[in-house]
């Protein structure tokens, strides 16, 4: 079973599938392996539906989030795929299991005022406030994920027309605008940098290499506290802060779509149930009992 895994988790990284879905997938199916391994099933042979539901069994008593337990459950369905494409299972073990519903979360994203906070803690904070000030500004600005931002190039910022070349979800290429102030951090921090070529990563750690993920999200984690944000926020916080905030100065959905890289509308309207000012606002000017409704 472990070894099949490791081939469904390299026909994943063949089929340009993203790092953090390569890693997601990979935690998912290590958990499931060591639970065959603890129970003697370690054939293909024994992936059953009653040896899932086991497994489900055993996981739901450790209360995980739903979502967390759907996740796992899509990532055991594209691994059944894989072993019924390759010969290994006769049938889809999947087929007759009923998958909970998934619970809808609202996006967690920080006030303009915490965004600001945020930011000018990374500007005056460390000895690496320079490039933290260029990360931050651009994630605000732009709304990249994690993986996006840290796999850009320096010759991905193009100045003169103030927008990124993205590599998004799927190796999708995509255009989103910058603002000002984030081309200018930038500028500063490549000033800062020593001879800095075209093709070398925007954003460095202490070693010199590439930025990772879970560098970016050990910084804002860091920052975040230094910022005193007393709630849980993440680097996606920034991402979820940049569209909401978009939306409620008048941002329309379809633009906000290509902005963020969403493959459908439907995964860009979650944010219509989050930007409540602009419904305040609207509310306020438009209901004719309204109280703040002047004659």
């Given at each position: 079973m472990k070894e099949w895994a490791q081939a469904f988790l390299l026909q994943l990284k063949n089929k340009n599938y993203s790092v953090m879905t390569v890693k997601s997938y990979g935690e998912d199916l290590q958990e499931f392996v060591n639970f065959c391994a603890a129970r003697n099933k370690t054939k293909p042979q024994d992936f059953t539906l009653s040896f899932i539901r086991s497994f489900l069994a055993d996981l739901t008593q450790?209360?995980?989030?739903?979502?967390?337990?759907?996740?796992?459950?899509?990532?055991?369905?594209?691994?059944?795929?894989?072993?019924?494409?390759?010969g290994k299972i006769e049938k889809n073990p999947f087929k007759l299991l009923p998958a909970p519903k998934r619970e809808k979360l609202l996006p967690k994203f920080l006030t303009i005022d915490e965004s600001a906070r945020l930011i000018d803690t990374a500007a005056n904070k460390g000895r690496y406030a320079m490039r933290n000030k260029a990360l931050f500004e651009l994630i605000y600005s732009s709304g990249l994920r994690r993986s996006e931002v840290t796999g850009l190039k320096i010759a991905d910022v193009d100045f003169f027309n103030g927008v990124v070349k993205v590599l998004g979800k799927g190796n999708k290429e995509r255009y989103v605008p910058v603002t000002d102030e984030a081309l200018q951090a930038i500028k500063n921090y490549l000033a800062f940098r020593a001879n800095p070529l075209p093709t070398e990563p925007l954003f460095l750690n202490k070693n010199g290499t590439a930025l990772t993920g879970d560098g970016l999200a050990y910084i804002f984690k860091q920052l975040a506290i230094q910022s005193h944000i007393a709630r849980k926020v993440s680097p996606h916080s920034l991402r979820h802060s940049f569209a909401t905030h978009l939306l409620n100065n008048g941002c329309d959905l379809r633009s906000l779509q290509e902005m963020l890289g969403h493959k459908t509308l439907a995964a860009t309207q979650v944010y219509t149930h989050v930007s409540l000012d602009k419904l305040k606002s609207v509310y306020q000017h438009a209901h004719p009992k309204n109280k703040e409704l002047k004659p």
């Open positions: 450790k209360e995980p989030a739903r979502n967390t337990v759907l996740r796992k459950i899509a990532t055991l369905r594209s691994f059944a795929g894989f072993l019924l494409e390759q």
